[in-house]
């Protein structure tokens, strides 16, 4: 049955093409059907648990996609052929699931669960929770996404069998997710534009940050703290110290270690030195090498930054960006 409503939006506005209205029309069909087809089959108190075959380890909670990278019409594209699509969001560690439906969303469409992994098998699970069959869903179309994160990173080069665990009915879809399936563009789309200069074309050594572009220096700010200048990709690291730049730890290097997960190392000054008892507040930038998810939560390792050698966990939202004065 066809939606008796047009799809609206900024979605909408884009695709007003005769070509963007016929492909968004076969996406709302393929997408109303297999909603309809979920709704007759859910039964009430579905289990929220997995039912699929998955024996591997299960990545982070789902993240919703948010409407501007959603409106893609590349997004609108993987859709319409079967009313699903997923592809690699960040290669061999996360992977975007997009699924059109019910404008309402919530309940009247499947939900997924976290992706589970099994190295062994080469294969990626993921189960859903059928729509509840008491809720009254809008006729509307829209496209729903999500950013699901692997519990560890895999080999992207090689071909994963994807088993999809009660999406459109009760069973199992098998699919494929290859070295080539990468979302190109809208996954990892900076949230706010940032007013730090990129940094060197290398991409390989720290450079330092103006100090003009650097919060107002407290003495609270001794410790390190991080921030985002482009998540996924730029890290900005602050650290205070003595006005005296011979006893500032020097920054050395920055990687990904895994899906949610970055480390930077810093070289402590040693030998005798005369510092000087003033403050001032330092900042770099690290270009990562290998990307991570500008849009969940990390974790990153500082090392090197204090005399004792010791290593501080800093935690890093996606929302969190090194702003200017």
Do not use: K
Request: negative net charge.
């Amino acid at each position: 049955m066809a939606p008796t409503s047009a799809p609206s939006g900024t979605a909408d506005r884009r695709m007003r093409s005769g070509a963007r209205a016929r492909i968004l029309a076969a996406l709302a069909v393929v997408g109303t059907a297999a909603l309809l087809t979920a709704c007759a089959t859910a039964g009430p108190g579905q289990s929220t648990a997995p039912t699929g075959p998955g024996t591997g380890v299960a990545g982070a909670a789902p993240v919703p996609i948010d409407d501007e990278r959603l409106a893609n019409p590349m997004v609108g594209d993987l859709v319409a052929a079967d009313g699903y699509a997923l592809r690699w969001n960040v290669a061999g560690e996360s992977v975007a699931f997009f699924l059109g439906g019910s404008g309402g969303g919530g309940g009247c469409i499947p939900q997924p669960h976290a992706i589970e992994l099994d190295q062994a098998a080469a294969e990626l699970h993921l189960g859903f929770d059928g729509p509840d069959p008491a809720m009254a869903c809008t006729a509307d179309f829209r496209i729903h996404g999500w950013e699901l994160a692997l519990p560890e990173s895999v080999d992207a080069s090689q071909v994963w069998t994807v088993l999809l665990q009660d999406l459109q009915q009760p069973g199992t879809i098998e699919t494929q997710l290859g070295p080539d399936d990468i979302l190109t563009s809208g996954a990892t789309a900076d949230p706010q534009p940032s007013l730090i200069p990129d940094a060197p074309t290398d991409g390989a050594a720290p450079a330092p940050i103006p100090s003009d572009q650097l919060p107002e220096a407290d003495v609270s700010m001794q410790d390190a703290s991080v921030r985002w200048i482009e998540p996924g990709r730029r890290l900005a690291v602050l650290l205070g110290g003595s006005g005296a730049a011979q006893c500032v730890p020097t920054p050395i290097s920055a990687r990904a270690t895994g899906p949610g997960t970055v480390e930077v190392a810093f070289e402590f000054p040693s030998g005798d030195m005369d510092c000087s008892a003033d403050f001032q507040l330092y900042g770099w930038q690290f270009e990562l090498e290998e990307p991570v998810s500008g849009t969940l939560p990390v974790e990153v390792t500082v090392t090197g930054a204090t005399a004792a050698d010791s290593s501080t966990v800093l935690p890093l939202q996606p929302d969190e960006l090194l702003g200017t004065p």
